[in-house]
């Protein structure tokens, strides 16, 4: 079975700018969680989508959003790019939802802000 | 706030050493508990899980870990480790009834000297 992907895995940006990033889970996983790796935050929660609908929402201001589509393929946009927002942006996807799945993450994509 | 706290940063051990590594958290209802690892130049890895049951849960690679409820602690352990086992481990806590919102630590970088 296919793991997560996440595309594209680098990408380069200029403050001021907007980014979408790209997810799809593994087959029958019907929740997407993103979180943001950093050296000094370690990772934090963005949010997770479930049967398209935001679940959760972790403690990010609004340039940060989300999406899900039918086929549980999601996307995150960040939208007025600064650069404390270069990172590593995870995507993680399980069966449900709850707490009581293990979550398995993509590769992530490199998120660079210049 | 829920934390989740990683009290070793960084672990030199050579071969055949035991290990131990620690995390605390801090959440007032039920939680599942997870281990990740990250091996260089890889994604993030469930190692082991704990839902219920036996507080003394395996995993892969010879790993385990013990939840002690009153201590709010589930450490990790391993009775001798490779070279291969280099690699950063982060604790996570999944609230039940929060959706997918897992609380990470910051992680713990293991270097194993051969």
């Known amino acids: 079975k296919a793991g997560v992907t996440q595309t594209p895995r680098y990408l380069i940006k200029t403050r001021g700018q907007q980014v979408t990033l790209s997810c799809s889970p593994i087959?029958?996983?019907?929740?997407v969680s993103w979180y943001q790796q950093t050296p000094g935050q370690g990772l934090q929660f963005l949010f997770e989508?479930?049967?398209?609908?935001?679940?959760n929402k972790g403690n990010f201001p609004g340039r940060f959003s989300g999406r899900q589509f039918s086929n549980s393929r999601s996307e995150m946009n960040v939208s007025t790019l600064e650069l404390g927002d270069s990172a590593l942006y995870l995507c993680?996807?399980?069966?449900?939802?709850?707490?009581?799945?293990?979550?398995?993450f993509g590769p992530g994509t490199r998120l660079t802000v210049t | 706030a829920q934390s989740v706290s990683q009290h070793n940063h960084h672990v030199i051990l050579s071969e055949a050493a035991s290990l131990e590594l620690g995390c605390n958290y801090s959440?007032?209802?039920?939680?599942?508990l997870f281990w990740y690892v990250q091996y260089p130049g890889q994604h993030l890895q469930l190692l082991l899980k704990?839902?219920?049951?036996?507080?003394l849960v395996k995993g892969i690679k010879g790993f385990e870990a013990e939840f002690i409820k009153s201590k709010f602690s589930f450490n990790l352990r391993k009775p001798s480790v490779q070279w291969s086992d280099t690699a950063e481990y982060f604790c996570?806590?999944?609230?039940?009834?929060?959706?997918?919102?897992?609380?990470f630590g910051t992680g713990t970088s293991l270097t194993v000297i051969p």
């Open positions: 996570a806590v999944g609230p039940l009834n929060t959706g997918n919102q897992f609380y």
């Open positions: 993680a996807s399980s069966m449900g939802t709850g707490g009581s799945y293990e979550q398995y």
């Open positions: 087959s029958g996983h019907r929740s």
């Open positions: 959440y007032g209802g039920t939680v599942n």
């Open positions: 704990y839902f219920s049951g036996d507080p």
């Open positions: 989508y479930f049967s398209e609908t935001q679940r």
